[in-house]
């Protein structure tokens, strides 16, 4: 059964840190680029971050710039969004999403986690 588990959310103070987890199942998410959304309530999802299949390129929303971090460990099948100086705004339900395009697109999306960044 092919899936994508997200992990690691929680509720944290401004300026704290978590980390997710977005780990696959039932297929190698090696050749696959992999990204992260998140969406608040009342408004659309929105991308936060991506990582390239080979882990050499990513990218990242203004708004999380110099703050978030993704990174990928092909042995473990898994994915990682660091996130550090949280914002009342940063608040949101994370997705992972992996994604290869061969002949036509094949994409996963995982569950989703919330994020509750508040005092």
């Known amino acids: 059964q092919v899936q994508l588990v997200e992990s690691g959310g929680g509720l944290v103070q401004p300026g704290g840190s978590l980390r997710l987890t977005c780990a696959a199942s039932g297929f190698s998410m090696n050749s696959f680029g992999v990204s992260w959304y998140r969406q608040a309530p009342g408004k659309e999802r929105e991308l936060v971050a991506f990582?390239?299949?080979?882990?050499?390129?990513?990218n990242y929303a203004d708004s999380v710039k110099g703050r978030f971090s993704i990174s990928r460990d092909k042995a473990l099948n898994t994915v990682y969004l660091q996130m550090n100086s949280l914002k009342l705004e940063d608040t949101a339900v994370y997705y992972c999403?992996?994604?290869?395009?061969?002949?036509?697109?094949?994409?996963?999306w995982g569950q989703g986690t919330q994020v509750t960044v508040s005092s």
């Open positions: 999403k992996a994604e290869v395009q061969i002949f036509s697109a094949i994409t996963y």
């Open positions: 990582i390239s299949n080979t882990g050499d390129n990513t």
